[in-house]
């Protein structure tokens, strides 16, 4: 199994069995997700990796977020990734 597919279903996962999904970005890291194949090099794509894994070792110690943690989780997590995104593949 290759680092795209680990990512697709830790997300999988969290989608599945959240019960309230309203503070995790989910659309974003699914985002993420569909336009990663567009990254041309290796490196880019192990950074977009990297980025995302950090999000998952987070969320993995929480299954329930409060208002503050969920924007902790946007300017640690989230936005780093979608600049990544945006600089790279001219992400919106």
Known sequence: MNEIE???????????????????????????????????????KKTAIDLMNKYFDFIDEKYTLNQDEAKKIFYEFIQPTGSFYSKRLDFK
Not at 11 to 31: A, E, P, T
């Open 6 to 44: 680990i990512i697709i279903k830790k997300y999988d996962f969290l989608n599945d069995n959240l019960g309230s999904k309203k503070y995790f970005h989910l659309n974003s890291i699914r985002n993420f997700i569909i336009h990663f194949d567009r990254f041309a090099s290796q490196t880019e």
